[in-house]
């Protein structure tokens, strides 16, 4: 591909030049994967353009002719433009997190002295108060200078986007998404190099990490107010249970077909307004964890996984969508 051949016939022979190579090179592999890139100014975490805030924008800017553009509107999978910007200057990337269809999961070190756990700790114990002893799965992951840990997880099968946050998942442990970007490597800033540490693919952002990442839905003025989780009735309960235990329990030629029943039935209390789609998205991809990786019955296809369980489990939704129930 570009980036090879770039690399090849033009990396150069001082240290600088195949540092710039390497930029250019690497720019277009994240390209050639889907990931929106940008410029960022040599040495520093900053983006190269545009070099003036929203509220200081006087149309000068081609970019900004119409309407003040940002970096995340200017960041691009497009070869050309990749090669023309990294080959005028040896520009730092930044990956934008939301039109990447990534979330990046930050977490950092404390400063010397500072009594506040390392972010790394306090997410190893968060997931293992999820039930998830064997940790994070395995994704896309870099180590920043300062020896902080980016997790790269996809989140293109979900609805809506997630938007950044910061502390929200714990101390230390910031996320980017929509509206948020990562340095990535082989970035050197004034602090350090930006360092690969998992080559692998990155996979799908964790079901219970997407519930606790989804904002509360703000309801429009006359439209009653979704029940808080500790009012729930027992009824209410007693469907999710129920309807979690047959996705479980499903044989590996039916799965699909209860997982779609299942949802289809929370959908029906989703439309009613007694259950958050977010909720019940999230108990039934809980209820697919065994299911995953688990190869299907026809052995040409791929195996199982939680990309393909939402899919179903939003067509189910809004099929019973169309018959609102409400669990009194
Ligand atoms: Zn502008």
């Given at each position: 591909m570009n980036a090879k051949r770039w690399s090849s016939t033009?990396?150069?022979?001082?240290p600088a030049e195949n540092r710039h190579g390497a930029l250019l090179a690497t720019a277009l592999e994240y390209a050639a994967r889907g990931w929106a890139v940008f410029p960022l100014t040599p040495g520093s975490?900053?983006?190269?353009?545009?070099?003036?805030p929203a509220a200081e924008?006087?149309?000068?800017d081609p970019w900004c002719r119409r309407e003040h553009t940002g970096w995340e509107q200017r960041a691009t999978t497009d070869p050309d433009r990749i090669t023309r910007a990294w080959t005028a200057r040896p520009y730092g990337i930044g990956i934008a997190c939301g039109p990447s269809g990534l979330l990046v999961i930050d977490t950092d070190t404390p400063k010397p002295g500072a009594a506040t756990a390392p972010g790394e700790d306090t997410l190893a114990a968060l997931t293992a108060a999820h039930?998830?002893?064997?940790?994070?799965p395995a994704t896309w992951t870099t180590r920043t200078p300062s020896g902080g840990v980016h997790r790269y997880y996809t989140t293109a099968h979900l609805p809506t986007p997630l938007g950044n946050t910061a502390g929200r998942l714990g101390a230390l442990i910031d996320t980017r998404g929509q509206g948020g970007y990562v340095v990535a490597p082989p970035t050197t800033t004034d602090a350090g190099r930006y360092e690969v540490t998992a080559q692998i693919e990155a996979t799908p952002l964790p079901a219970w990490l997407v519930q606790r990442l989804t904002p509360r839905p703000v309801e429009p003025s006359g439209v009653r107010e979704l029940r808080p989780v500790t009012d729930r009735s027992a009824y209410l309960r007693a469907v999710l249970a129920k309807e979690a235990e047959h996705v479980r329990e499903a044989p590996e030629g039916g799965r699909n077909h209860a997982l779609f029943l299942a949802a289809r039935c929370l959908g029906e209390f989703v439309a009613g307004g007694s259950l958050s789609e977010g909720e019940a998205a999230g108990v039934l991809l809980d209820a697919c964890t065994a299911h995953y990786g688990k190869p299907a019955n026809d052995p040409k296809r791929p195996p199982f996984t939680e990309a393909e369980a939402y899919k179903t489990i939003r067509s189910g939704i809004r099929r019973g969508a169309t018959k609102p129930r409400t669990a009194a």
């Open positions: 033009h990396a150069g022979s001082t975490k900053r983006p190269a353009t545009p070099r003036h924008c006087d149309h000068t039930g998830r002893t064997e940790g994070l």
